[in-house]
């Protein structure tokens, strides 16, 4: 937040990208003995799903699910609430779930401003600006800036590397 001189402007902090691991090949399901042009639908963000795998059919705890999809365990739960409501609607009142969008990546990078030496996470997708310049270091605004492995033109193997996304 900052001041101007007539107004205070708050600036937004950036979503945090969402870890998921699991990308469904149905994306959407509809009720049986519903018409089509008077059926509600619930739309599934993908993180949405991949919290309800993690804790609901991979049984693990609410900790180690968030540690696995890169978030705090408060918004883990966020998300967990968000998609078992969506859900339970869904088959309660016949709603069909399509399955899209949301604010997440495959892959998370370890990066470093070779500048002023700050390193940080973030996603594949905001990684790939760096070949275009568009990229810069949130510290010093440096564009001067690499994968932790050092590797400017290319991902570390391991790491960083993209294997498909799901858009909306």
């Known amino acids: 937040m900052y001041a101007t001189k007539t107004?205070?402007?708050?600036?937004?902090?950036?979503?945090?990208?969402?870890?998921?691991?699991?990308?469904?090949?149905?994306?959407?399901?509809?009720?049986?003995?519903?018409?089509?042009?008077?059926?509600d639908e619930n739309?599934?963000?993908?993180?949405?799903l991949e919290a309800l795998r993690l804790k609901d059919l991979e049984g693990m705890d609410q900790q180690a699910c968030a540690e696995k999809m890169n978030v705090s365990r408060q918004t883990f739960q966020r998300i967990l609430n968000s998609a078992r409501i969506k859900t339970a609607d869904s088959l309660v009142n016949g709603k069909a779930i399509i399955i899209r969008g949301g604010n997440f990546t495959k892959n998370i990078c370890n990066i470093v401003c070779r500048d002023c030496g700050n390193t940080w996470k973030d996603s594949y997708e905001n990684y790939q600006k760096v070949f275009?310049?568009?990229y810069q270091c949130p510290e010093c605004n440096s564009t001067n800036i690499t994968c932790c492995m050092g590797r400017r033109d290319?991902?570390?193997?391991?790491?960083?590397?993209?294997?498909g996304n799901m858009q909306p």
């Open 7 to 39: 107004k205070v402007i708050k600036v937004a902090r950036p979503k945090k990208w969402r870890r998921v691991e699991f990308f469904p090949e149905t994306r959407h399901f509809i009720p049986t003995g519903i018409p089509e042009k008077s059926m």
């Open 43 to 48: 739309i599934l963000k993908v993180e949405e």
């Open 132 to 134: 275009t310049g568009e």
């Open 154 to 163: 290319s991902f570390c193997r391991k790491r960083c590397r993209h294997r």
